[in-house]
């Protein structure tokens, strides 16, 4: 005999409650009524308690058979949504999904695609995680998150290992506090005329990728700048710019981060594209990024 309780064995047991008379349970369940009770018997030794009083006048439950009931019910009812929540999980429907995301992309490309993957994957677990460029990719190469919005270029390390899917391109911008005399009345920023104040930027080592392409800015305008500040978040940056600490060039998109003291302009010089992009590891079998990953195709 079995140690275990059947599903079998619950749902013989509910029908016989339901019924409250074995050879109607019987008929119900298509079989004849001497297995029903022998399962019936199996299961109130297995349990160590009766379930039914059984009388001439009848079947009752029992105190026992009272307690069991809407409990074998929840277990009946919950093995039979398993193949549905299987089916979900194989296509990528169901599970979860752990993205991390530069601060930058909080204000371009990450809402809009979070409330579209929402739209379409609502049983999907999404653990969000702001981080570096480079901490995204120590996290992604030991397979603690499954995707990353991070600033390329992925170092050959990483490009072993990764891919990596372009999202947004766009220009630079300057970040100045609000009401600087050079810029009264201007609509585009010349960096020539902001030498004074130091510039607040990003560490090399944290985003090797987007304080190049700063840098490249005030070459191409032929000056160097002087470092005043290094920060590793974009709304410490622009904080720091609204108090009047220094300037900043930040990707467009941050200027939808609104902060009192602070003002956004485009530049006078040519500036390269900072690119945003999505990586995630090669060798990542998971239907749940699959699904993240088509989505997000369609969407660019």
């Known amino acids: 005999m079995s140690s275990h309780i059947e599903l079998r064995q619950l749902r013989y047991f509910v029908t016989v409650a339901e019924e409250l008379h074995f050879g109607r349970a019987a008929a119900r369940l298509q079989m004849t009524q001497p297995p029903l009770s022998q399962t019936i ?12 009083d059984r009388n001439r006048r009848g079947v009752a439950l029992t105190a026992a058979g009272a307690a069991l ?82 600033i390329p270029p992925l170092p050959d390390k990483a490009r072993a290992a990764l891919d990596y899917l372009p999202v947004l391109s766009e220009p630079l911008i300057l970040a100045a506090p609000a009401g600087l005399r050079a810029l009264r009345g201007k609509r585009e920023a010349d960096l020539r005329t902001l030498l004074a104040l130091p510039l607040i930027i990003f560490p090399r080592a944290i985003s090797p990728g987007l304080y190049d392409a700063i840098l490249a800015v005030f070459r191409s305008a032929g000056i160097t700048p002087v470092i005043g500040q290094e920060a590793i978040q974009m709304q410490t940056i622009v904080s720091l710019v609204s108090a009047g600490m220094g300037i900043a060039l930040v990707p467009q998109s941050v200027s939808n981060l609104r902060r009192p003291g602070v003002q956004y302009y485009p530049l006078a010089h040519a500036t390269p594209q900072v ?22 195709r369609k969407t660019l």
Do not use: C
């Open 41 to 52: 018997f199996a299961l109130e030794e297995l349990l160590g308690a009766a379930l039914f």
């Open 69 to 150: 009931l809407p409990e074998a019910r929840r277990l009946l009812t919950q093995a039979g949504e398993l193949p549905a929540l299987a089916q979900r999980a194989a296509l990528g429907e169901s599970g979860k999904l752990a993205l991390a995301f530069v601060s930058s992309a909080d204000y371009s490309v990450l809402p809009p695609f979070l409330r579209a993957y929402r739209a379409a994957y609502p049983h999907v677990q999404i653990t969000l995680q702001e981080a570096t460029s480079d901490l995204q990719l120590d996290e992604l190469l030991n397979g603690r998150i499954d995707a990353g919005l991070l």
């Open 275 to 296: 690119e945003t992009g999505l990586a995630w590891r090669r060798d990542n079998a998971s239907p749940v990024l699959k699904g993240f990953l088509d989505l997000m």
